[in-house]
């Protein structure tokens, strides 16, 4: 009988979850940034391996919110803990000793859910326990450990995907976040945050593909930004999304970027919902 099941990837913002998902599943699916907080919404990856199917949830870091957007983020995260199999609780190496996991999640109280202490980034430094596991989204060191690991874990049952897929998740979404990580790499240190893309239309079938975007800002200043000189920021923000977004369609793509201020989107809760944030519904352990 095959084995399949859902696998969260949970930690504290800049961890290295992303990283980890897209090199378990070799595709760069989620987002990856230097800077914290640059996951906002779950992001699913599949890594089929003969007979088993892994299923992992990238979630947005752990945090104590602060603003609405915050506040539905740990949300989203809380569900999805809910939801899986076992977690897999990521702390970078260069931290020292994970610290408990479920106070970091904002539940009342823990779950039944198992949960693994996974060490990252061991190529800066090595793991503090040498008992825990430990890997490498860089050099790929201890990702077949991790793998093993967790494969026992995973109930006997069919595949819910194709083996050959790497994602679940529509391609609409995938532009949208590309953006963002363009945005995250692009603009300094505040303007990422205020930041949100949102799919305005989409023609999968036509030659290349057309997608258009709102790129959303807080304020009119951040347009400017987002813009820049003579158009130029904003082409290069296009031009890193289209080339993540054809490395994984294998086709060419024309995004179409435009810039918008809505403002306070971030704090506005009917924005928020508007945008794809589900509002958090409580978790009952
Ligand atoms: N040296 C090294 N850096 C890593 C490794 N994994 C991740 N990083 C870096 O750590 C930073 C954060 O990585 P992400 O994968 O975006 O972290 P995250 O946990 O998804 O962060 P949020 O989504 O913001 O919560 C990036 O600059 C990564 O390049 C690793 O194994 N080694
Ligand atoms: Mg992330």
Redesign the pocket.
């Known amino acids: 009988m095959p084995r399949c099941g859902h696998i969260a990837l949970a930690?504290?913002?800049?961890?290295?979850?992303?990283?980890?998902l897209n090199a378990l599943v070799g595709a760069h699916l989620?987002?990856?940034?230097?800077?914290?907080?640059?996951?906002r919404m779950p992001v699913i990856g599949l890594l089929t391996r003969g007979e088993t199917q892994f299923v992992l949830h990238?979630l947005?870091?752990l945090l104590d919110p602060t603003y609405a957007l915050q506040e539905r983020m740990r949300g989203m995260a809380q569900e999805e803990l809910a939801r899986v199999r076992a977690i897999l609780h990521?702390h970078p190496a260069t931290e020292g000793p994970a610290p408990p996991f479920w106070p970091l999640t904002g539940l009342p109280s823990p779950l039944e859910t198992p949960v693994l202490t996974v060490y990252?980034?061991?190529?800066?430094t090595p793991a503090p326990d040498p008992a825990a596991l430990a890997?490498?989204?860089?050099?790929g060191q201890g990702l077949e450990a991790l793998v093993a690991a967790l494969e026992p874990r995973l109930p006997e049952q069919p595949f819910e995907f194709d083996a050959e897929d790497v994602g679940t998740q529509p391609l609409r979404f995938f532009a949208a976040e590309y953006l963002r990580e363009a945005a995250f790499e692009l603009l300094g240190d505040e303007v990422p945050y205020a930041l949100t893309a949102e799919v305005e239309e989409f023609r999968e079938h036509a030659k290349p593909v057309y997608i258009r975007v709102s790129l959303l800002v807080e304020r009119d200043s951040q347009k400017g930004i987002v813009i820049g000189a003579g158009g130029r920021t904003l082409k290069a923000i296009g031009q890193h999304a289209r080339a993540r977004l054809e490395d994984l369609l294998g086709e060419q793509v024309f995004l179409d970027c435009w810039v918008k201020v809505s403002r306070d989107w971030r704090r506005k809760a009917h924005l928020l919902t508007a945008l794809g944030f589900p509002e958090p519904r409580g978790i009952r352990p």
């Not at 930690?11 to 980890?20: D, H, M, Q, V």
């Open positions: 930690g504290r913002p800049n961890a290295g979850k992303s990283s980890l989620a987002i990856v940034s230097p800077k914290p907080q640059s996951t990238d947005p870091g990521l990252t980034k061991i190529d800066l890997v490498s989204a860089t050099t």
